[in-house]
């Protein structure tokens, strides 16, 4: 009985620091960007958080052994990375720059990704900063011309879609906002 409590202990503790620790670095990001609002500053900003978000989801999934979340992770992130390079060299588009594949944004399609993932699989006290950092990480294409709106837009879409369909969930409880034409409210759901 001690073992099991000491087990489940130090699970919530793992839980409970990884949360921090990602809100921390979802913060430091920004400020990160903030510093320096220069259209460099910005776009490499943009390319820190596209490799920050995945590392989240899965350091997330790391910490509280949750396989079953990294598989989902791994599954929605091939589906998104063939449908946003299958476009991009199927799609004739330019970018503001000049250069050519644009449609539909890689680092957005990636942030997405992992932002729907980490908020469909461990609720919003994680979601929020993940759509935070994913949010700005598509502002930051369209500030330093690397692509138009439709194009981060597209990378959104496809990014929270692949996600969707792969991701359940994790066991624990959920806090999601329920919205109809005569209600709106929260509600609140628990799996084992």
Do not use: W
């Given at each position: 009985?001690?073992?099991?409590?000491?087990?489940?202990?130090?699970?919530?503790?793992?839980?409970?620091?990884?949360?921090?620790?990602f809100m921390v670095m979802q913060l430091l990001s920004l400020l990160f960007s903030n510093a320096a609002f220069a259209s460099d500053a910005v776009?490499?900003?943009?390319?820190?958080?596209?490799?920050?978000?995945?590392?989240?989801?899965a350091g997330i999934a790391l910490a509280l052994n949750d396989r079953d979340g990294l598989?989902?992770?791994?599954?929605?992130?091939?589906?998104?990375?063939?449908?946003?390079?299958?476009?991009?060299?199927?799609?004739?588009?330019?970018?503001?720059?000049?250069?050519d594949h644009s449609f539909p944004s890689g680092h957005t399609s990636i942030t997405f990704s992992s932002a729907e993932f980490i908020r469909e699989r461990y609720g919003w006290n994680y979601g929020?900063?993940?759509?935070?950092?994913?949010?700005?990480?598509?502002?930051?294409?369209?500030?330093?011309?690397?692509?138009?709106?439709?194009?981060?837009?597209?990378?959104?879409?496809?990014?929270?879609?692949?996600s969707l369909l792969f991701t359940e969930p994790y066991k624990d409880w959920h806090i999601q906002?329920?919205?109809?034409?005569?209600?709106?409210?929260?509600?609140?759901?628990?799996v084992w």
């Open positions: 009985m001690d073992r099991e409590n000491s087990v489940t202990k130090v699970g919530k503790l793992m839980r409970c620091i990884c949360g921090r620790v776009e490499r900003a943009g390319d820190i958080l596209q490799v920050v978000l995945p590392a989240s989801g598989t989902q992770l791994a599954k929605s992130g091939a589906l998104m990375l063939a449908l946003t390079f299958g476009m991009k060299y199927t799609i004739p588009a330019t970018r503001p720059d000049g250069g929020i900063p993940a759509y935070v950092a994913a949010s700005f990480t598509g502002y930051s294409r369209v500030e330093s011309k690397r692509h138009y709106s439709r194009d981060v837009i597209a990378g959104a879409v496809i990014g929270i879609g692949s906002p329920a919205v109809a034409s005569s209600f709106y409210g929260m509600t609140f759901s628990h």
